[in-house]
């Protein structure tokens, strides 16, 4: 027996997801459907799967869960959270600017940038990056100098003067013994316009874009003094503006969200 499941295609700088509202309906194997789903040849294609759904605990509005491209669950996309922000306003299951949205990495504030009744750009409180975690970085065994920032994410940033780097060394560096847990992998180049950077994503593999990536790159472009607290992160898919206020600690994301396409697809019982 099947049963029909909408689906919403939405991007966020090119780092793009296929996004259900389970408030409609059910998905009981969201890690097999985000494999089957994100194949680029035989399935609708994406970076994987994004669960929509109403928030369980009153300090939230919504729940956003992610799952990778290889059925992985992430902890939090940047990208995404944006996309959620422009579904629930767009859609019309809230009229707040200001939305909770709780993630496996805790809750996220957004401020939705509104023109016209579209949601034009979105401003994600990221939270605080970590540094040096042992339980997702081991130092001792990366033969490659980077720089470990945790933004709810693994990542290990290495400055370069060649970004694309990440074809070769993304999956291995993904895969290192170095992070238990696995661990995204930016290369990132100083430039005048801003940080041309390229992500392997840890269960996606290359993406056009990686939203706790970008704060990641620009916390540590900052702590190592190639950058000021503002930087412009120019990926593959777009540019996401990153503002790390040290004052409270916490990393501040804007960048765009845009639907794709909408359509529909069967899933068995």
């Known amino acids: 027996m099947k049963h029909t499941i909408r689906f919403t295609k939405m991007h966020g700088a090119g780092n793009d997801y296929i ?35 109403k928030s369980p605990i009153p300090e939230a ?15 939090m996309c940047g990208n995404a959270s944006r996309c959620v922000g422009k ?12 939305i909770n949205l709780l993630t496996c990495s805790g809750i996220k504030t957004l401020q939705l940038h509104i023109y ?10 990221m939270g605080e990056p970590l540094f040096e975690d042992e339980s997702q970085y081991r130092r001792e065994e990366m033969e490659l ?26 999956q291995r560096l993904e895969h290192h013994s ?36 970008a704060c990641a790159v620009a916390v540590a472009a900052h702590r190592t003094g190639r950058a000021g607290c503002s930087s412009s992160i120019i990926m593959d898919g777009g540019v996401l503006e990153i503002e790390w206020r040290e004052e409270e600690n916490h ?5 765009p969200a845009e639907f794709t396409f909408e359509g529909e697809t069967e899933i068995d019982d």
């Open 19 to 53: 996004y259900v509202d389970t408030s409609l309906y059910s998905i009981d194997c969201p890690e097999r459907l985000a494999v089957l789903w994100s194949d680029r040849h035989k399935g609708i294609g994406s970076d994987g799967l994004v669960l929509i759904g």
């Open 61 to 75: 509005d919504f729940t956003m869960r992610i799952f990778n491209a290889d059925g992985s669950e992430a902890m």
């Open 87 to 98: 579904y629930v306003y767009e859609k019309g299951l809230t009229r707040e600017t200001t």
């Open 116 to 125: 016209n009744n579209v949601v034009t750009s979105v401003t994600v409180d």
């Open 145 to 170: 100098d980077g720089c470990f920032v945790s933004m709810g994410n693994p990542h290990y940033v290495i400055f370069t003067d060649n970004v694309d780097n990440v074809d070769s060394e993304g």
């Open 178 to 213: 170095a992070f238990p847990q696995r661990a995204n992998i930016e290369f990132a180049e100083m430039r005048p316009d801003g940080i041309r950077v390229r992500v392997w994503e840890r269960g996606s593999g290359i993406t056009q874009a990686c939203g706790t990536g």
């Open 251 to 255: 990393v501040y994301m804007t960048g």
